[in-house]
């Protein structure tokens, strides 16, 4: 590689500037809504639910603006077909059918009914249906139905038919491994279909074929009408009893066509140069819909925008084939509808997050009727326009030869990209210093990214880092040439492009050499990694359930990719020797910087054992990485708590690794790169996860120590206490020369275990802690409940309050995970003031009055056995162990590398405690600890069985492992700073905080 020459000196420190876009606001507005219908006066879609388990829902807009759903709660519209999901309802007369997600079957319901959907097929735990189609005139519904019948590799499909009365099915075609769009013609005597085999894909080659339709509804003999091995048709909807139409790209482009549906040859009726169709990922979209006179709506253009026009193939001399409708959006979803009157789809702009939109159709008497309106309601909190980047259509010369070192393949084609630069309201990069940027690469790889509104993105520009989002050559909307850029050179091309576009933002004075990095989803993960372990380019990278190996993942993937790389590599065996050359796991040992690599442990796309294996690699290297993986997620986030994990888990690490390189530690320089911090040392039960080298993290802020005079608040976030209680901990607090303030809401119960409602306890707290006065917040017991409060916590205008105490444990260790993580803050395990401990005991009373107005403790004794000897040194983080394995899978979660985890529990018997510890493991957090401290665990059964207990499920990690640290809720408890750092010191059994803790002053 020749990159661009670094610019001298060291990188300035980056800190992510403060922003209005929140991690939960993206959360918010995650997802798009999804497959659209006309359905009388009425306009239906379906929209994500991020906050109800990331389930589908399907709604509709009533004539008077009036939004309702008509999926009832717990029903989630959404099938695996292909495993990415195909077209999942449709209206059926005066109900809806769809799929429930749960158990893949069709059901039938009627929402202006009382009942709860009814299900037409039974239960098999291995059908699947999808790309549902009501035939006009008969009381069925058509689907592609797989079955598997051995995992997801052996996979067989057909077209079936479904009453809906009586949910009798028949199979009305199987003449593809791959079926879709069946339509049946205005007369009800031809069906039509799209099919295709292996080994190529839907953008490869497909065939629309039409037979008869028999007397048995069964398909008669089927003649091919358009497509072949080197042509994509990807819609056909019938346009009258004797043509289709269809999008299908013998020049090179998807344009519409007309096909007679008998004899003769297709004619094109749009141009080339533009795209009007797409990768058929899911099975039932729709770029176009045909309109009763003849004409249609067309989505059109390519990846720098794209809009809705009406085609008029037969329009007379000096009439316009074509007439751009005039929606406010420059993208839109693969999913249309129209009547003789009015349109409906899905689109966004760069202003306009993806919303339904419906337009009226212009009549040929009176073409500039449009009365475009958005129909959808906003999934997001209105954002200040200021803070949303004004993205730019780029497209970079490619060089000759490429960076790889190969000729160049259609050297004449540009690398397309879209630039978003930093952008904030009240924040600019400093003069004569370049910000960082980070560049998006989409999955697929047969996608593209468009340049709409994204909050995601805009979560990034906000806080100072520039975003590139690269369609390298692969990407859909340029054309068949452009796509086919990546055959055979997958992790050559799609990487060239990348750094093709990070040198021309380097070369153009807009990023700094030093601070690029790279991020990418499935095969954008792929495309990341394998710039980062074959470039010299980049500072680090990201991956999203990524494909790290392809060789595993060729051989183990679902049946519908089971053969994409065949085009994408090469076939094997035969082409062996490439997957080893473009594997990022096997150059690993190569990476120019640190990898943050997310999982969903329930991915059947892209195994999670693809992250684990290129952690392992890492590992083995002795190279800095972070790897996450999150319980029942699939292949992309839905739920709100894992987007903002992920998000979070992501701008912490672009932090460290955009910051300047830390100091070589004695012995290591020129051997380290300067962003590893050596690994913690262990003298027993050592296996490789103990060596793991990970990403140094930045020093948390200590509160500043209190003043006698000082204003704390007590604040219940959970249970409740009584007056009594409450009066016993004012007194303490006084004596102490503070002013305790409360509230009457302490001993408010609701529902007979919580202290006033979630609302009410997430605002007392809020208005304790913003209030410039309060110096600490103190919780006056645990309980349940917490969790909820730390849910809807809003970190940005916590941390504009600056740093002050937060006392608790229990229940609390939520709240220490949120604000800890959030805030960067050091906060305090600590027994609370209302509860007994903190006053019939003079050590722990003394103990919290010391770590609030110092000098705080710097060492602790471990008074219990040693589980595994050794020495770690990392943040110290943890608490209760039952609220910690709750909290896997949320915004909470525990975060464990390079961290010293506390645990302690109470009233939970030895088999809670071994579920506790087990999720905690399923999970990988233990196995990322650098070492374990134990704490209390108070009546939790006897303590011979309870140490036995925690010595089985801990002394395998590998790190040392000490119990005996008095805290949590036995009599004596200590007061323990969560989020300083700390050395575990099992030879000399105490745990230790180091003197370079930060305090502000």
């Not at 009763?292 to 709506?297: I, Y």
């Not at 460290?656 to 020129?670: K, L, M, S």
């Not at 940005?796 to 609390?812: N, T, Y």
Request: include cysteine.
């Amino acid at each position: 590689m020749n990159p661009v020459p670094p610019t001298p000196g060291t990188p300035p420190a980056f800190h992510a500037w403060n922003s209005d876009i929140t991690a939960s606001a993206v959360a918010r507005q995650d997802g798009t809504p999804g497959w659209v219908s006309l359905v009388g006066d009425d306009v239906w879609w379906d929209e994500p639910r991020p906050h109800e388990a990331g389930r589908r829902c399907v709604v509709r807009a009533k004539p008077d603006g009036r939004v309702e759903d008509v999926l009832p709660p717990g029903f989630d519209a959404r099938n695996s077909l292909h495993e990415y999901g195909g077209r999942s309802w449709r209206p059926a007369g005066a109900g809806l059918v769809f799929t429930h997600w749960d158990d893949q079957r069709l059901y039938l319901h009627h929402p202006d009914a009382q009942d709860l959907p009814r299900p037409l097929t039974p239960p098999r735990g291995n059908v699947t249906y999808g790309d549902l189609y009501v035939p006009p005139s008969r009381d069925e519904v058509w689907a592609v139905r797989e079955t598997r019948r051995d995992g997801v590799r052996h996979v067989e499909r057909a077209l079936v038919a479904v009453s809906l009365d009586t949910g009798a099915e028949r199979t009305v075609a199987a003449t593809h491994h791959f079926m879709t769009c069946p339509r049946l013609s205005p007369d009800g005597r031809h069906l039509s279909w799209i099919g295709w085999n292996h080994p190529d894909m839907p953008w490869d080659g497909t065939e629309l074929c039409v037979a008869p339709l028999r007397q048995d509804g069964t398909a008669g003999t089927h003649r091919v009408r358009a497509g072949g091995p080197r042509e994509s048709v990807v819609q056909a909807e019938w346009r009258d009893p004797h043509n289709l139409w269809a999008v299908t790209d013998p020049d090179g482009w998807w344009t519409l066509h007309v096909v007679p549906a008998h004899t003769g040859p297709a004619r094109a009726v749009t141009r080339t140069g533009e795209e009007f169709g797409g990768a058929l990922w899911k099975p039932g979209a729709t770029w176009f819909a045909p309109l009763p006179d003849g004409r249609a709506v067309a989505v059109h253009g390519t990846g720098a925008g794209r809009r809705v026009s009406l085609v008029a193939p037969d329009a007379s001399p000096g009439t316009p084939l074509m007439t751009d409708l005039g929606l406010p959006c420059t993208d839109f979803v693969p999913s249309i509808d129209a009547d003789a009157h009015r349109l409906v789809t899905a689109g966004a702009s760069t202003l306009l997050p993806y919303s339904v939109v419906t337009a009226a159709l212009p009549r040929p008497d009176a073409p500039d009727a449009r009365d475009a309106r958005i129909l959808s309601t906003p999934r997001t909190l209105p954002v200040d326009p200021a803070w949303l980047p004004r993205p730019t259509a780029r497209a970079f010369p490619r060089p000759a030869p490429t960076p790889s070192g190969e000729a160049p393949r259609s050297p004449d084609a540009p690398v397309h990209a879209h630039t978003y630069p930093p952008t904030h309201p009240r924040r600019v990069t400093p003069d004569g210093e370049r910000p960082p940027w980070v560049l998006f690469i989409h999955g697929g790889p047969t996608g593209d990214h468009p340049m709409v509104y994204d909050l995601e993105i805009a979560y990034f520009t906000s806080r100072g880092i520039g975003v590139a989002t690269v369609d390298y050559g692969g990407s859909v909307g340029y054309g068949r040439a452009y796509r086919e850029r990546l055959n055979g050179a997958w992790g050559v091309v799609d990487v060239d492009d990348c750094v093709t576009v990070a040198h021309a933002l380097v070369r153009e004075g807009l990023a700094d050499p030093r601070r690029i990095a790279i991020r990418g989803g499935s095969a954008g993960g792929w495309t990341a990694l394998a710039a980062l372990t074959h470039t010299d380019v980049f500072a680090g990278a990201v991956s999203f359930y990524g494909i790290t190996d392809p060789v595993t993942w060729a051989t183990t993937t679902h049946d519908f990719e089971s053969r994409y790389l065949d085009g994408l590599i090469g076939p094997l065996p035969a082409s062996a020797a490439l997957y080893e050359q473009r594997s990022p796991v096997l150059a690993a040992s190569h990476a120019s910087g640190p990898a943050l690599l997310l999982h969903g442990l329930d991915d059947a796309i892209v195994a999670p054992a693809q992250s684990s294996a290129m952690a392992r690699a890492l590992r083995e290297a002795g190279l800095p990485h972070e790897h996450v993986e999150f319980p029942g997620e699939r292949h992309g986030w839905r739920r709100a708590e894992t987007i903002r994990a992920a998000l979070d888990a992501e701008i912490r690490f672009y932090e460290r690794i955009f910051g300047p390189p830390d100091e070589p530690e004695p012995g290591t320089a020129g051997t380290t790169p300067p962003t590893v911090r050596a690994p913690p040392v262990m003298t027993a039960g050592t296996r490789p996860h103990a060596a793991t080298r990970s990403l140094p993290e930045p020093d948390r802020v200590h509160p500043p120590f209190l003043r006698r005079g000082d204003t704390v608040a007590l604040v219940a976030p959970a249970g409740p206490v009584n007056d009594h209680e409450t009066a016993l901990a004012v007194a303490l607090l006084e004596s102490w020369g503070l002013r305790p303030r409360t509230t009457s809401r302490l001993s408010a119960t609701h529902r007979g275990y919580l202290a006033g409602s979630d609302g009410t306890r997430l605002a007392d707290f809020t208005e304790a802690w913003l209030d410039p006065a309060v110096r600490a917040v103190l919780c006056v017991r645990g309980g349940y409940g917490t969790q909820r409060v730390a849910d809807r916590l809003d970190h940005r205008r916590l941390a504009a309050a600056g740093p002050k105490f937060l006392v608790g444990s229990s229940d609390i260790t939520c709240l220490h995970q949120a604000l800890g993580e959030g805030l960067r803050l050091v906060t305090l395990h600590a027994p609370m003031p209302a509860c007994r401990p903190v006053h019939d005991d003079d050590h722990t009373a003394e103990a919290l009055r010391a770590a609030l107005f110092g000098p705080s403790p710097r060492s602790f004794s471990l008074d219990g056995p040693v589980l595994v000897a050794g020495r770690a040194e990392g943040t110290l983080t943890g608490g209760n162990l039952t609220v910690l394995a709750s909290s896997l899978g949320t915004a909470t979660a525990p975060l464990t590398d390079d961290r010293i985890l506390l645990l302690e529990d109470v009233g939970e018997e030895p088999y809670r405690l071994d579920r506790s510890l087990t999720q905690l493991r399923r999970a990988g957090v233990l196995q990322r600890a650098a070492g374990v401290v134990l704490g209390d665990f108070t009546d939790c059964g006897p303590p011979d069985q309870v140490d036995a207990l925690l010595r089985a499920c801990l002394s395998d990690l590998g790190v040392p492992v000490a119990a005996g640290l008095p805290a949590g809720h036995g009599p004596r408890q200590l007061t323990v700073p969560l989020g300083a750092r700390a050395v575990l010191d099992t030879a000399r059994r105490r745990l230790t905080l180091p003197p370079h803790e930060r305090n502000t002053p």
